[in-house]
Nanobody, 121 residues
Framework: QVQLAESGGGLAQAGRSLRLSCKGS????????IGWFRQAPGKEREGVAC???????KYGDSGKGRFTAFRINAFNTAALQMESLKPEDTAVYFC???????????????WGQGTQVTVSS
């Protein structure tokens, strides 16, 4: 089965950008939709973006206009480009693979371990 590994998190100043990557191993990511979720301390997990097998994207309110999800199938990787970061974007970010592009997490059956993003003001 597919394993997912996120990378690219770290510390960024407000207004700057970060790109998160989600590398698949064990299987190709092509048959899967990829979702991006985040969880801040004391808060529920939130759907940020997803991209389906054809490259169609969907965004939650927090990511609309600032985040872009895309796929790099040749490298079995999905990515989330985050622009104009805000302190409230601070969270652990997860990628997940499943059959449908959905901002609700229950449809995804493969998850990465998460990567911390911290945005300072």
């Amino acid at each position: 089965q597919v394993q997912l590994a996120e990378s690219g998190g770290g510390l960024a100043q407000a207004g700057r950008s970060l790109r998160l990557s989600c590398k698949g191993s064990g299987e190709k990511l092509d048959p899967y939709a990829i979702g991006w979720f985040r969880q801040a301390p004391g808060k529920e997990r939130e759907g940020v973006a997803c991209i389906d097998q054809q490259g169609n994207e969907k965004y939650g309110d927090s990511g609309k206009g600032r985040f872009t999800a895309f796929r790099i199938n040749a490298f079995n990787t999905a990515a989330l480009q985050m622009e104009s970061l805000k302190p409230e974007d601070t969270a652990v970010y997860f990628c997940a693979a499943g059959p449908f592009c959905d901002l609700f997490d229950f449809g995804y059956n493969h998850w990465g371990q998460g990567t911390q993003v911290t945005v300072s003001s």
